[in-house]
Nanobody, 120 residues
Framework: QVQLVESGGGLVQAGGSLRLSCAAS????????MGWYRQAPGKQRELVAS???????NYVNSVKGRFTISRDSAKNTVSLQMNSLKPEDTAVYYC??????????????WGQGTQVTVSS
């Protein structure tokens, strides 16, 4: 199947920056969309940013201009550069990868989550 390993979360002051990374491995033939979701306490999980295989990106309005998603298709990795962080960005961030396996089945895989805490 697919394994996702996330890294880069932590504690940062408001206005600071963090970079999240996610590496996908396993029985992958090709990767379609890669993305980052987040879930704050008491709130639903929301899409933060996504990037397609052709490089088309999508961001939730609240992070536009502050966050940048990128991918390295050769390495099956996706990153999220987060600048000008705000306390409301505090959440557990999850990597999500939609891919086609070598068995010709599709897979929608999730990372284990990484905590991002922004102090005011």
């Amino acid at each position: 199947q697919v394994q996702l390993v996330e890294s880069g979360g932590g504690l940062v002051q408001a206005g600071g920056s963090l970079r999240l990374s996610c590496a996908a491995s396993g029985n992958i033939f090709s990767i379609n969309t890669m993305g980052w979701y987040r879930q704050a306490p008491g709130k639903q999980r929301e899409l933060v940013a996504s990037i397609t295989g052709s490089g088309t990106t999508n961001y939730v309005n609240s992070v536009k201009g502050r966050f940048t998603i990128s991918r390295d298709s050769a390495k099956n990795t996706v990153s999220l550069q987060m600048n000008s962080l705000k306390p409301e960005d505090t959440a557990v961030y999850y990597c999500n990868v939609n891919c086609l396996l070598r068995s010709w089945r599709t897979s929608d895989a999730w990372g284990q989550g990484t905590q991002v805490t922004v102090s005011s």
